[in-house]
């Protein structure tokens, strides 16, 4: 199926029904009596999530989507019938934007969960609601109001604790076939992810976190170079961002100092606090040179980069590192969600 991560749709809910003017024809009563009945309420336009769904691909082909409006009042006080609802069912993580306003309307985070894009209109009042003492054979009525219309913006941003960065070729997707269920495309030469994927990294039982690949960055994504940038808004939910490093790339050190650098200019011309992020160094392919020569490359880069972020040397291929990673990406997920918790 083809990924897609944002579509503009329209939603109108339905207009309510208007009241009916009908008198009865009745003895003794003058004029038969007022018996107009009240119109139907309109219908109203629901998302609701549905985690089946990791796509809005949907919405390429159908973009209008109407609530039923409520039937008009009756004679012999019969009310009209409300029009029915309508539910889209979008995927988790979408982010819904009115167009117009550019408010966010909502951020669908769970499963189930339900939200109100458009209400439908309020029905209309019958003659029969306006009879009194003063005014037996009233010819008042009201019509239905019109439902809301809008149209919006659904933007499907990707649930994950930790999200990894790099260049094309870093290794990102064996990484992420190494340490969880996900199968991502890889393949024995230069080759780049199209779309995100999501794996579930397992510690033991009860114990596990989420981590999202998203396609390659390279220089100039910012201005619409490649594809990474149109994948970057993934990342924004993100507590941990992992940064992979091919420590066999031509020129060593130098070439792995300026990969980082490139990465995170990209991240600051993006914005929404992911250059803010914190951030792991994960220097991938050790498995190509001596286990001290690993250690050097580490050291050198730490110093060339000023940073005392974590540097862990890996292999995604065969796996070294990989289980001592996963444990201090867990063990940090679990205190920065607690701690996040509490200041709440």
Request: charged residues 25%; glycine residues 14%.
């Amino acid at each position: 199926m083809k990924f897609v991560d944002e579509a503009s749709i329209k939603v109108e809910a339905g207009d309510g029904g208007n009241g009916c003017l009908s008198f009865r024809r009745e003895k003794f009563v003058p004029r038969g009596g007022p018996d107009g009945g009240d119109g139907g309420d309109g219908g109203s336009v629901y998302l609701v999530v549905d985690g089946g769904l990791n796509t809005l691909v949907d919405f390429r082909h159908k973009r209008l989507f109407r609530a039923s409006k409520g039937q008009h009042g009756m004679g012999r006080e019969c009310h009209g019938k409300g029009g029915n609802d309508l539910t889209i069912k979008v995927p988790l993580g979408t982010l819904v934007k009115d167009a117009d306003t550019d408010e966010i309307i909502g951020d669908m985070v769970a499963e189930g969960e339900t939200l109100l894009v458009a209400k439908g209109g309020w029905h209309g009042l019958g003659n029969i609601r306006f009879k009194s003492s003063t005014n037996r054979t009233p010819r008042k009525i009201t019509e239905g109001t019109p439902g809301e219309k809008r149209t919006l913006l659904l933007e499907m941003q990707v649930l994950a604790d930790v999200g990894l960065l790099g260049l094309p070729n870093a290794g990102k997707s064996t990484f992420i076939r190494s340490v969880s269920e996900a199968k991502p495309k890889v393949a024995d030469y230069p080759f780049t992810t199209l779309y995100p994927n999501l794996g579930v990294v397992k510690i033991s039982a009860g114990q596990s976190f989420v981590i999202a690949d998203i396609p390659g960055l390279i220089e100039g994504a910012a201005e619409g170079t490649g594809l990474g940038i149109q994948f970057l808004k993934h990342l924004s939910r993100t507590h941990l961002l992992l940064h992979l490093v091919d420590i066999g790339c031509e020129g060593g050190v130098d070439n792995a100092a300026n990969d980082i650098k490139i990465i995170e200019r990209e991240l600051h011309a993006f914005g929404r606090g992911l250059e803010d992020r914190p951030r792991w160094i994960l220097l991938n392919k050790i498995d190509l040179v001596l286990a001290e020569e690993a250690d050097k490359f580490s050291n050198e880069l730490k110093k060339q980069l000023e940073t005392d972020r974590p540097v862990y040397p890996i292999s995604a291929v065969t796996g070294a590192g990989c289980k001592a990673l996963a444990q201090d990406i867990y063990q940090w997920v679990e205190k920065n969600s607690q701690e996040n918790f509490n200041n709440e």
